[in-house]
């Protein structure tokens, strides 16, 4: 595949059922608490995800296409100018409850708790990439991530752009290396090392000025 097959656009609701089927592939074979979730599950968790974030004005969200099958996708994240920009979170929720079961729910719950992060006022932060398996080594991450760096670069606010990275995942720091990024703060934690089987996360930082 050449990388000219490939398009990137904006994340629309017509989008939608093609980013879930995506996200579902690619979190269910990273993130062992989603490994007993069902499809009908974990659709209606992405769905609610993406509902809540297509409210926030401090987030962008972009795919990449193969004609219409979507194959990638980036998300971007930043502190909001005000709270009222902030969108209401309809992931946890008496119904969400009723979906996952209290057990599972309480597992999402700490889970999501663990990988949040607030960016500062400077920080254009990857909330999260993913390119489906079929389409690894084909081009599209480093597409992702050039528009990601435009993107940050393009507005005076930002001062750096950022990511969390697993400290297993020792291929894709070095991917992100080749782009100029560096590890500059290490969280260690016991509950990560149990929810998402790696003791250790790695801040990376990409300096914008």
């Avoid at 409850?97 to 932060?125: I, M, N, R, T």
């Avoid at 393009?154 to 894709?172: A, G, P, Q, V, Y």
Wanted: aromatic share 12%.
């Amino acid at each position: 595949m050449s990388e000219t097959t490939i398009r990137l656009e904006s994340m629309h609701s017509k989008h939608s059922q093609s980013l879930i089927e995506l996200l579902i592939y690619t979190f269910r074979n990273h993130f062992k608490q989603c490994q007993n979730l069902s499809d009908e599950q974990l659709t209606h968790l992405f769905e609610k995800r993406l509902e809540s974030s297509s409210n926030e004005a401090s987030t962008h969200r972009i795919v990449a296409l193969e004609g219409d099958k979507i194959v990638g996708t980036l998300c971007l994240k930043w502190k909001p100018e005000s709270n009222q920009d902030k969108a209401k979170n309809t992931l946890f929720s008496k119904e969400m409850v009723q979906v996952l079961g209290k057990w599972d729910f309480f597992k999402l719950a700490l889970s999501s708790h663990l990988l949040k992060h607030d960016p500062a006022l400077y920080e254009c932060y990857i909330a999260d990439i993913a390119v489906h398996p079929d389409h690894q080594a084909q081009g599209i991450e480093p597409l992702l991530i050039k528009w990601a760096c435009d993107f940050a670069k393009k507005d005076s606010k930002f001062d750096l752009i950022t990511l969390h990275l697993m400290d297993k995942n020792r291929d894709t720091t070095r991917f992100f290396e080749k782009f100029f990024f560096r590890t500059c703060l290490q969280k260690k934690s016991f509950a990560r090392s149990v929810l998402f089987d790696d003791y250790q996360w790695n801040y990376m930082t990409l300096p914008l000025k």
